[in-house]
């Protein structure tokens, strides 16, 4: 297990809002990772490398993103946003950074 940390800050304000949340199970494919993340909500995610970058795709959504490096968080957190809400695009985020931070061989 893989525990982790997420903010956001309000808009129109300074006030910031802070959750945990944990990676309960990965598997490595070779090709890609499988994470299921656990916080506010439960999130399957798969991650993975193609020539054009990193990307994940959370298939009980029918979504997917490519992203930056995998420890950015900022630019990582606006990407998964825009297709999975403000909280959980964060919670996904802090969770790749967090994984490859640990794991993540890329």
């Known amino acids: 297990m893989i525990k982790f ?3 956001l ?3 129109n304000s300074h006030k910031k809002e802070y ?3 944990e990676i309960s199970y990965w598997k490595d494919y070779g090709s890609h990772y499988e994470l299921q993340i656990n916080s506010r909500s439960r ?3 798969l991650l993975g490398h193609t ?3 990193n990307f994940a795709c959370i298939p ?3 979504v997917g993103c490519y992203l930056s490096d995998l420890n950015s968080i900022f630019y990582n957190s606006e ?3 825009h297709i999975l809400g403000k909280v959980d695009g964060i919670t996904v985020a802090n969770a790749i950074a967090r994984f490859y931070d ?5």
Do not use: N, R
């Open 79 to 81: 990407k998964l946003s």
């Open 60 to 62: 009980d959504l029918g």
């Open 51 to 53: 020539s054009y970058g």
């Open 102 to 106: 640990e794991l993540v061989p890329f």
């Open 19 to 21: 959750w945990t949340g």
């Open 5 to 7: 940390k997420c903010e």
């Open 9 to 11: 800050t309000k808009k």
């Open 43 to 45: 999130i399957l995610v």
